[in-house]
C-alpha cells in the first residue's frame, strides 16, 4: 500500500487535481522541487515525493517497463546501458571496499562515473559487453576522493611516490620542512600525516586485492622549527597478479591533539586523498 505523510489527506481536491495535472502536462519535466510551505514525503498514484540533498522534489512515474526493456527490440540499446552500468557500478564498490578510506559522500558515485567511462573507453567488446580493462585504468589518476579538500590546494610540495615493479615496493621521501608552510593550516587542527596507499586491482580478478598504508609521522602545524626529513615506505603483499595495475594514493590527514591523544579534525571531513598515479601491467 502507498504511503503519504498524513498531511496530504488534508489538502482540498481541487488542490490534488492541480498538483496532478501539472505532472501530467507535457510541457513540464518529469522531476520537480516543492517549493509551497507545506512539504511532502511519500507516494500517491503515480506521483513520488521525496527529499534529496535537503530539497524537497517531487516526480512522476515514467519510462518503459522491465519487461519492456528485456523483450522489446526498441529497447536494446536501454538494456545495454544498463548492463554496462550496473558493471561499472559493481567494479566501482570493488575498489571503495579494497580501499577502505574516508571520503565525502557523493565520491561513490564519481568512482561509478569514471568507471563507466573507463568501460566505454573497451574496445575490444561490443556494447552490452564492454568492461573495465586494467589498461585503461590510467583515467584514475588525479581523481580527488573529497572534493572539499583537494591535495593540491592542501599540500604544496611537488614530491610524489615511486613504485618499484620488482619488489612491490613503494616509497615517498618527505623533506625537512615547517609544516605550516607546506601544508594548509586549518582552524582547531594541531598535527597532520601524511598518507600513502597502495592497492592492486583487476576487474575480472577477485583475487587482485591487496592494500598496504604508510603514515608519516605526526607532524605540529603550530611549531615553526622544521621538522626532520622522513621516508614513507610499504610493500604489497603478496606481489601483485600479473595482470593487475597498482594504484598509488596520497593524502593528508588532519588531528587535534587533546590529554596526550591524537583525534581526527571533524571527523575526517577535511581529509585529501587523491589518486597520484596508475602502474599498469
Known sequence: MSTIDPMWVQLEPKFIFCLASLFRNPRYKIMARQVSLVKFKGKIGDLSFYKSDGDYQARMKGGPSKEQINSDPRFQRTKENGVEFGRAANVSK????????????????????????????????GRGDRQVITANLI??????????????????????????IATSEATLELPQMIAKNQIKMLN???????????????????EADAVATARSSYLDVG???????????????????????????????????????????????????????????
Do not use: W
Not at 94 to 104: A, H, I, M, T, V
Not at 140 to 160: H, I, M, P, Q, Y
Not at 190 to 202: G, I, K, P, R, Y
Not at 248 to 264: D, E, K, R, T
Open 223 to 281: 611549531q615553526s622549527n622544521a621538522s626532520p626529513s622522513e621516508t614513507l615506505s610499504l610493500q604489497l603483499a603478496p606481489l601483485p597478479q600479473p595482470d593487475s595495475a597498482v594504484i598509488l594514493l596520497m593524502g593528508i590527514s588532519y588531528f587535534q591533539f587533546v590529554n596526550g591523544g591524537y583525534y581526527p579534525l571533524s571527523n575526517g571531513a577535511y581529509n585529501a586523498l587523491t589518486f597520484v598515479q596508475v602502474i599498469l601491467p
Open 139 to 164: 583515467q584514475l589518476t588525479g581523481l580527488e576522493c573529497n572534493v572539499n579538500a583537494k591535495l593540491s590546494e592542501v599540500f604544496f610540495l611537488r614530491t610524489r611516490p615511486i613504485y618499484d
Open 94 to 125: 570493488k575498489l571503495r571496499e579494497q580501499l577502505n578510506q574516508g571520503s565525502d559522500t557523493k565520491f561513490p558515485n564519481r568512482l561509478t562515473g569514471m568507471m563507466n567511462r573507463i568501460l566505454r573507453a573497451d574496445e575490444l567488446n
Open 188 to 206: 582547531g587542527a594541531t598535527h597532520v600525516q601524511v598518507q600513502l596507499v597502495a592497492t592492486e586491482f583487476d576487474a575480472q580478478n577477485p
